[in-house]
Every structure is written in C-alpha cells, then in structure tokens.
C-alpha cells in the first residue's frame, strides 16, 4: 500500500518566488500518476519534495497516513528516475543497479538474484559488465529504471524520463514503463512536458502552471472538460482553436467566419451579450458532408498544410461571406494591425487541396468550449 | 626553437620533442653521472664517467645527518600532503555546493594567500616559533606548508567538484545513501584525478621547500632534506663535496618520480563521462 496525499504544499524559493502554491492532490495506491505542466511550472520541485530532495515551505506530504516531510529521503522508500539518468560512472551497470540494495545491506546473494531479475525485466543482461560511457541513451534510461525497480519501492517517482531520447526510442520506452507499471503495481508519479505522454501514460493527470494546479482528472476529463483556457490549450496536439467572439440577440455567438447559436447545454442565462474565447479543436472541424446535421459551414482558404500520412492539418483563413465584406483573407488585419484569424484543422488525409485552395469547412457546434474573456475559466456545459 | 604537440609533425616535431628533452633532462643526467664518478675522476670534466662507483652512495648513508633528513622530509611531506588534501576536499565541497555567507571571500582569499611573498612571512614566523616552541620541530614546517599548499589543493578540487553533476548525489541520498555515503561512494571517487593531482603538487611543494626548511630548523630533529644536501661538509672546509651532494640529490628525487609515476594514470580527467546524458 502506498497512497499519497499532498496537502496544501507549497514551496518558497530563497529569492522569494513561489515554485509551488497551495498544491493539494491524493495519488491512489498503484495508481500512474502525471504532473505536467510547461518549464518552470513548479513540476519538477513538487517531486524534489514529494522524494525528500527539496524542503516544504508550507503544507503537509503524508504516505500512508503518515506525515514525511522531515523523513530524510534514504527512509521514504522511493525510488526515483532522473532526467539525466544520473548512473554513477565509475560504476558499472551492475554495480549501478545493485547500489541501493548495497546501501540497503542485503546479502550478496539476494543482491546478486534481484540484480539478475531486474536485468531479466529490463533486457540488461548483456551489458552488466559495461560502464555507463560505453552505453547508448536507451539503454543508460533502462539502467536507470533497474536501479529504480531492484529496491521495490513503495513509490515509483520518474523525472522526464523520455526526455533525452529521440522520437522513437522514446514511444518505444513510453510503452515499456506503462508496460511495466502496470505489471509491478507500484504508484507512480511520473513528471513530463509532454502532453502525449500524460495523455497516454496517466491514470489521472495534475496540469501545473506557475506552481499551481490548474486542474486534475483522467486525461479524457482533461480533454473533454478543461477547466480553464489553458488546460484546454495544453491538452490536444496540435492546440485548440481560440477565437474571440461576442453573444449577440438570441444567444447567437458572432464568430469570425459567422453566427452560430449557441448549444443550449451552456449556462445561457450567464452568458447574455458577454465577450468570450471559442475554443473549437481542429480534430472538430469536418467537410461538410461528414459533420454532423446544421453544423455551421464556412468558407475558407488554407495558408499551409502538414500532410503526416494518417492526418493531415490545414493552417486555414476564414473567408467573410456576408455581402460587402472584402474578397481576399488576410494575415494582418488591416484596422486592427492584429495578425488575422488562422485556425488549425484536421481534414480526411486524402483531400486533394493545397495552399491558396479555398474550401468550405463546417465544425460541431456541440463540441464547442466557451471561456471567460477575462478570467480564461470555462463556462461549462450542462450535462 | 619552438615546440610542436601534434604528434604527426614528422622529423620536425621529434626533433624538437628530442631537444625539449635534452634540454630538460641534461641536468638531471649531469647529476647521476656526477653521483657515479669516482672521487678522483670528479673534477675530470667528462660528461660520463669512466668508471662507476658508490662511494658517494655509500658516503651519504654513512653520514647519520641525510637518513634523518630523509626521515623528517618523508614524514614532513606526507603529513602535510595528507592534512592539505584532508581540508581541501571539504573546503572546495563547500565552496561548490554550499550556499553560505563569504563564499566568494574565501574563494578569493586562498588566491591571495598563494601570491603572498614566501620571504615576508620567514622572518616573523622564525620568531613566533621560538616563543611558541615550535622552532626546529616537524609541525614547525607542516604549518607554513599548510598555509601555503591549501589554496593550491583548494582550487585545483574546485574545479574538479564543479564537474560532478550534482544529480549524483541526489541519485544517491535517493537510492538510500546517507550524505556522508553519498560524499563517499560516489562524489570521492570522481573527483579522485584531482584528489590525486593536487596531493603530488602539493607533496612537491613541501618536498622541494628549501626557505623554510632552512629558516625554521637547526638540527635532524626537523631538518629536511634540500637544507641537509646544502649544509652537506667536505673532508676540509675548503673542499666542496660534490660527489657527495650529487648522490644525496639523485636519491631526493627517486620519491618524487616514483609518487609521478605510480599516480599518473589515475590523473587521467573524463572519469565522469557517462554519468548523465551525452
């Protein structure tokens, strides 16, 4: 059993800034936790806390009931996967995975076996012998979760494991630690940059900014349900859509490429005549064939397109349709001098259109994500 | 004439190693060939001697004067090597990777401490070490040994502390080390080429010192080698002992070379490689 309860943490820096305000959330026993967040969003430092690296300001890390703050970190039993993988040089790799149980004073012959069982799990048994110079970075990343699962720790902690693989190395390692996670059972707490990976390792997901928690759930809450502009901008790759907009007569939301009524599932009392941020995913727009019956359609004319195989993005220009507005779209709006609205779509791979094409381009109202202009909180629908 | 360091220069380039060589080593082998002539063919002028003999040899080790000297030199020379090293390591730990109040006073204040003029100091410490009993002792010369190789151990360690990354130790205290383990296990180790390269400068320093050692001592109770070999007498006192001095200056530097030798493998940098990514 190893539940975790971080409890109104928070984390004062020397030079006065707060790296971590006020952070409360439980990680479940066994469960695969995610912080993520962008750089400098206090991630990193909530984990240096949780393992006993960092001191706590403010607030309570308690394991199993138990307040740790002052446990000194070689008794919390965690176990922790650096980004850097931090292998000791001078050691080779079995001496690398065996020095915790080493420390640990466990018999030579436990050490030998479970040093063993850890290469058998991790496909290290060929290079025990080696030093951490003469391996690549995949396999330094595998030495560094041995030494991390010999000990079997209460608490599995990873700190941008993938981080310093390349692209598909780091799909294939994402795999195994979700692989391996699930097959040893520990809670895990797993930091990262990247939203894919949140999305795809985590049980649940705590999204940070600026040392604060901007919302936690499944990454399919997070997906569905963000809480405020930002979750919805982190979550989703390539981003969401945001478009400013006003409610104008009969809840009708006036948007660059034209009215759409509003989705009655939105709290409409709130939001008479009031200005907001339209979030609409690319993966929400469709040809008009394929969207769902009265979705609005409009015309428009792509900038670029990225074509990946499976998918393919159109960076695209809404084209004013109502009389008298001017013919060509452009990329800098000529009142404003603001750069003009371009909108990131997902389209069938196989469509035949490339830059300076104009197209019609319907989206699901009813997936639409409405924020506040001000504070950037979601107005949420009613389910 | 100067040297070259590419190793593919050809002729030129061996030439000039070859002269750089000579240049250097002349001296040296002037001395052995000096230790090796027999008293009468001394004074013959000949580069190498025509027959070989250790009289000198044996004359030195004869005198109980140059085996004491020896003795207080070993003894003078290790003490302080182990003391300088001692305090060093953790002087140039806390320098990189405490945060504390005068850091960069300290850091600063060694460097000035090894420019101060040795000769200054002689004076006032010769009588400061009548009153204070330790004239003619060994912690006599260990003490102004110390003063002067620490700062030299000091930032020598320091720039080998500053490659460490530091996430090895948190490595460390994670994987259920205490500090003081974490220092040992995994910091020490790295940093063994500068441990073991400033130990041979500092041993050098303390081996070669002629100013103090002369100043601070009068007897064998303290008196070290370099000062023994310059108060070395011939048979009248008007007769140098050359052959003498010769003999008690190739045996002072066999330690030295030895302590080169066995450690320089070891002063190999780039322990550190591979510890994270790269």
Known sequence: MAEIVIDHVSKRFAGGGWAVRKVTFTVKDGEFFILV???????????HMIVGLEDITEGEIRLDGQRINELDPKDRNMAMVFQSYAL?????VRENIAFPLRLAKLPRSEIKRRVDEAAGILQLGALLDRKPSDLSGGQRQRVAMGRAIVRRPQVFLLDEP????????R????????????????????????????????DRVALLRSG?????????????????EFVAGFIGSPAMNFLHAEIGDDNLLLLPMGPCPLPASFPLDRLDHRNVVVGIRPEHFHLPGAAPPASPVFSAEIILAEWLGADLYLHVQPVPSHPGAREAPLLIEPETGKPGVVLIVRVPPDLRLGRGDRMELAYDAAKIHLFDADTGESFLRNH | MRMRLKGTDGLPGALGSLLAVAYALLPVIWIVSLSLKPSRELGNGRFLPETFSLEHYRAVFTDPQFPAAILNSLGIA??????????AVFAAYAIVRLDFRGKQWIFYGTLAVAMFPQVSVVGPLFELWRTLRLFDTWPGLILPYLSFTLPLAVWTLTAFFREVPWELEKAARVDGATPSQAFRLVILPLVAPGIFASAILVFIFAWNDFLFAASLTSTDRARTVPVAIAFFTGSS??????????????VVTIPVIALVLMFQR????????????G
């Open chain 1, 37 to 47: 967040g962008p750089s400098g969003c206090g991630k990193s430092t909530l984990l």
């Open chain 1, 88 to 92: 000791y040089p001078h050691m080779t």
């Open chain 1, 162 to 169: 993938l981080s310093n693989l390349d692209a598909r190395l």
């Open chain 1, 171 to 202: 799909v294939q390692m994402r795999t195994e630690i979700a692989a391996l996670q699930r097959r040893l059972g520990i809670t895990t707490i797993y930091v990262t940059h990247d939203q894919t990976e949140a999305m795809v390792l985590g």
């Open chain 1, 212 to 228: 604060e928690v901007q919302q936690i759930g499944t990454p399919k809450q997070l997906y569905e349900t963000p809480r405020n």
């Open chain 2, 78 to 87: 290790s003490i302080t090597t182990a003391l300088s090293i001692l305090i």
């Open chain 2, 237 to 250: 006192q008007f007769e140098l002992p050359v052959g003498s001095i010769a003999a008690a200056s190739v």
């Open chain 2, 266 to 277: 070891r002063i190999i940098a780039g322990l550190t490689a591979g510890a994270v990514k």
